[in-house]
């Protein structure tokens, strides 16, 4: 069974910069193959960056150029380094894979104050 645990979620003011971590364990992950996803109040669960294997990346482009996703092999631990956060980027932040294979884990909220 695949377990993913985010963390370093926080507030910060608007301009700012978090890290956030995602710790997957289990012998199916892919963790070359991964994304992260975010859920703001009201509104749906949406991919913020993925990243597949062979280092390809995408953005959503409401991130593009603020948001970096990497992965550290030997930690089983994918990143996603947040720049010049906005108020909008106020959410949950998940990862998953991809193609969201498998269980969501918590999430790490994420507020970002004007």
């Known amino acids: 069974q695949v377990q993913l645990v985010e963390s370093g979620g926080g507030l910060v003011q608007a301009g700012g910069s978090l890290r956030l971590s995602c710790a997957a364990s289990?012998?199916?992950?892919?963790?070359?193959?991964m994304g992260w996803y975010r859920q703001a109040p009201g509104k749906q669960r949406e991919v913020v960056a993925t990243?597949?294997?062979?280092?390809?990346?995408s953005y959503a482009d409401s991130v593009k150029g603020r948001f970096t996703i990497s992965v550290d092999n030997a930690k089983n631990t994918v990143y996603l380094q947040m720049s010049s956060l906005k108020p909008e980027d106020t959410a949950v932040y998940y990862c998953?894979?991809?193609?969201?294979?498998?269980?969501w884990g918590q999430g790490t909220q994420v507020t970002v104050s004007s």
């Open positions: 998953n894979s991809d193609i969201i294979s498998y269980p």
């Open positions: 289990g012998s199916r992950v892919n963790i070359n193959r």
């Open positions: 990243m597949t294997s062979g280092g390809g990346t």
